[in-house]
């Protein structure tokens, strides 16, 4: 409980000048300290001169100073990363904290004269509104977004997608969706706007993974990118506070029950029937559930876990290692041979010779984990290994080579038979072995 009282009062006042009108964070109120509602009568009689003191007009006044002063610290924070560096980029996901950010910088003319560029990324499974709602807000401001997606697929185009990476890659392997369809892009992104400083939308107020981080920082990304986070300090309650005092253009499922929205296969609604609503800039029902503490994301990442079987809570975007991304293929020196095409991979299974191949994504940590020890068998193996791209020819290499998921290593034998490598020991020693399991044909 109190690691959860210091990660609030971070949250709340970590830089906030007007820390002093904050209530005591003790008790039942400290779930509410963000949010709390005088409902009864609050005309107070003074002792000295008998005035009345107002004690709604009071909060009412106390969170306008609030909201002020986070305004105006947040528009500073702006201002240093759009005029000290040359190239500051803000990569949109368009939920409540990043359209205020949008709000912010147009008001400063960061995105009619280009001093801040918006990237967004696409990662096939979002919410159909989300995308029409980039093109709204484009039209609003005057912007254009530069949209990035999976690598090697058209902007937009679903079932390249699918067909390369396939239509259930976060099923089969979470981490590795969520490489290719959010961290590669981004990364890919900042590197081709040439960011030397990233604007989001990161709070305090969102978790215990954020809950000290401050307006500026070195991001884990190409040893030491700057980062702007503009409005860390603010709580999810001054977001909203500010979306209905400016009537900021803001995602239409606000309306429809969500805090937050990423991907439609994993956000919910909270309460998830949908109760609490942002509708014509005010709330409709209790709005507690997404106010309180580290709430804005309760939506996110639903029935998602980690390798490790922890639950997901962030897509590895902010996370240290994250510019660990696949830019090289596999295999790219040695003995292992590349299979260019489908014809030519036909022609090796027809030939009447022994081979082993090796189905791959460059993209799977599990095709990169083996990448060593399999070119180490290629060495001294007696047939020839050969590599075959898979993930861009999905209907091919299930028909053919027996892949249903990457890495798949198959003995083809001289009859043309493909026999699949059914293990996950995945040591140079342990293709030697499959191999040697095989009778050999006699020329």
Known sequence: MKAYATAVAAALFGASTISAFAPALTGKSLARASNAIVSQSTALSMADDEKIFDQESFIAESKEMRLKHLEEQAMFALKIACENYGNAVFPNALIAGDVVI???LHRMGYLKDGKAKVMCVDTFHLFPETMEFLKEIEEFYGFKAEVFCAEGVPVGDKDAYDKKYGANLWKEDIE???????VEPFQRGLKECNTDCMINGRTRWQGFERAW???FENAPIGGGLAKCNP???WTLEDTFDYIAKYEVPHHPLHAKGYPSIGDAKDTIPIPEDGSTRFVDFKFEGDFTPWLDYASERKGRFVGLENKDGSTKTECG???AGAEQTFDRDLWEEGKVQNIASNDE???IMKSGKEAVIAVYAPWCQFCQGMEDEFAKYAELAGVPV?????DEERDFVMDNLNTESFPTVNFVKSDGSVVKYDSEARLADDFATFEKSFEKSTA
Do not use: W
Not at 176 to 182: H, L
Not at 386 to 390: A, D, T, W
């Open 231 to 233: 409005i860390a300090y």
């Open 213 to 215: 981080i401050d307006q």
């Open 102 to 104: 949008t709000h912010l």
């Open 176 to 182: 590795q969706y969520d490489k290719v369809c959010k």
């Open 317 to 319: 975007i902010h996370v």
């Open 345 to 347: 991979a036909l022609e």
């Open 386 to 390: 050969y590599k075959f791209r898979g």
